[in-house]
């Protein structure tokens, strides 16, 4: 209900999410009432169509939001946004205009974000999937990493299923914003748009190409208590142009740039963007498309298929492409803090996420059967180098310059065969899009 008393504006964003690739917002315990998964995702059930249906909680993409908005914010001006921390937690500053917006310890959230549920012209076939992941296990000798073996033979390898919301499912998101600026809207926006950049991911298992999206279809609505005498306590509403606010927060990121005289961005933390200013090619954060060719079939055990398939077309996972540059790198001898620096880690003192995050390459057109790729077949591909370095750039580069040998034969914990022109491709870069702070002002 709105309150007449504190209530002067509200604003309503709308738009479509779609996923690129798959989705996992991990459901707890509750989801396995509706699922039969051993990792389900989180669903929502409707008692009416007596269907279980996955959605995007509204406070995971509300986090989402909060953290794309305060990285860009940071990139301009080091001293807004800020969090602080004391006693080892995160305390937010309660006095910049993202707490405002998005809430903090002091004072509630103007925003109000809603769970996103399926779009009304989706059919719920084919919508959850089950994925394998994979993931080979290695030991720390002298600064690098070792291959564990069973019986000192063969890879020891760790499998798990895990459910997935799959690719080119799509909701409607619903935003609202009560007694903000045009500039927050505006704020809000950049950040939605930031997922078509690819910078920007939803729920679990990004590193390895869960949560790209599109956002489409944004639509502001503003609807203001009515001034005139004789509709007096009315609500009116009015539909504005979206460009509209990303200028308007634009203007606002230029004032912020300029109290701090910012020139550039030094810091890795992903909670900005490394090198915004003067990066180069090879250096801060960039997204990559790669075309993928077979130059043999391709095929890779799934759950319970012949080959790993979204949506019954087959592709290859991005956490197959991701071990296997890890893979290779230690194969190369490139010594552990080098991989940890650019895979992430979770032990020691230098926890911190991988700096690159790759998709699925799924094909770009029709091929008979489902059971492999077939040679010759071409196929899509990103990776987001994330607040990278360019010795570390080139490290994965110079493999994905070389026809390759992705080996997924082990996945579903079949044997490998012994078969080394299977599964061989290789890698074109399409193009290359970086996060350049002067850009992003300007389009
Ligand atoms: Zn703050």
């Known amino acids: 209900m709105i309150d007449f008393d504190s209530f002067s504006n509200r604003w309503e964003i709308s738009a479509k999410l779609t996923l690129v690739t798959p989705m996992r917002i991990g459901g707890g315990q509750n989801a396995g009432a509706y699922s039969l998964s051993q990792a389900p995702v989180m669903l929502s059930y409707d008692a009416q169509t007596e269907i279980a249906e996955p959605f995007i909680p509204g406070s995971s993409l509300k986090g989402v939001l909060r953290s ?18 004391e006693n080892n937690d995160r305390v937010l500053c309660g006095k910049c205009d993202v707490c405002s917006v998005f809430g903090s310890q002091e004072a509630g959230a103007s925003i109000r974000v809603q769970d996103a549920h399926l779009s009304s012209v989706m059919g719920n076939k084919g919508v959850l999937e089950e994925r394998p992941h994979c993931s080979t296990e290695y030991e720390l000798k002298a600064g690098h990493y070792v291959m564990k073996k069973k019986n000192n033979k063969v890879p020891k390898t760790q499998l798990r299923q895990e459910e997935i919301v799959a690719s080119n499912t799509s909701f409607d998101i619903k935003i609202n914003l009560d ?10 926006i950049l950040a939605l748009n930031e997922f078509n950049h690819k910078r920007c991911h939803l729920g679990g298992g990004v590193s390895r190409g869960n949560g790209f999206a599109e956002v489409f279809g944004i639509r502001v609505k503003r609807k203001i208590v009515s001034s005139n005498p004789e509709k007096l306590f009315q609500i009116e509403t009015e539909s504005i142009d979206p460009y509209h606010f990303c200028d308007v927060a634009k203007k606002y990121l230029r004032k912020l740039r300029k109290i701090d005289d910012r020139m550039e961005v030094e810091r890795r933390d992903f909670d900005v963007y490394y090198k915004a200013y003067k990066g180069t090619e090879s250096e801060g954060t960039f997204v990559v498309k790669y075309n993928v060719e077979t130059l043999t079939d391709f ?30 790198l230690i194969a190369d001898r490139v010594p552990a803090d080098t991989v940890d620096e650019i895979f992430g880690s979770v032990k020691g003192n230098n926890q911190h996420r991988g700096r690159i995050i790759v998709s699925d390459a799924y094909p770009e057109s029709d091929f008979p059967g ?35 040998v992705i080996t997924g034969n082990t996945a579903a914990g079949k044997t490998r065969k012994s078969n080394s022109f299977k599964n061989q ?17 300007k389009q």
């Open 68 to 85: 794309t908005v305060e990285r860009i914010v940071r990139t301009f001006n080091e001293k807004e946004a800020y969090i602080g921390v």
């Open 179 to 188: 007694n903000a600026d045009e500039k927050d809207v505006g704020m809000i």
């Open 299 to 328: 095929q890779m055990p799934g759950a319970d298929e012949v080959t790993v398939t979204s949506r019954g077309v087959p592709v290859i996972p991005g956490s197959t492409i991701k071990g296997f540059l890890r893979h290779k």
């Open 370 to 404: 489902n059971d492999k790729i077939p040679e010759g077949t071409n196929l899509t591909m990103w990776i987001v180098f994330d607040n990278i370095k360019t010795e570390e750039f080139k490290l994965i580069d110079d493999i994905l310059s070389k026809p390759q």
């Open 425 to 441: 491709v290789k890698f074109v870069r399409i193009e290359s899009k970086r996060f350049d702070a002067e850009e992003f002002l």
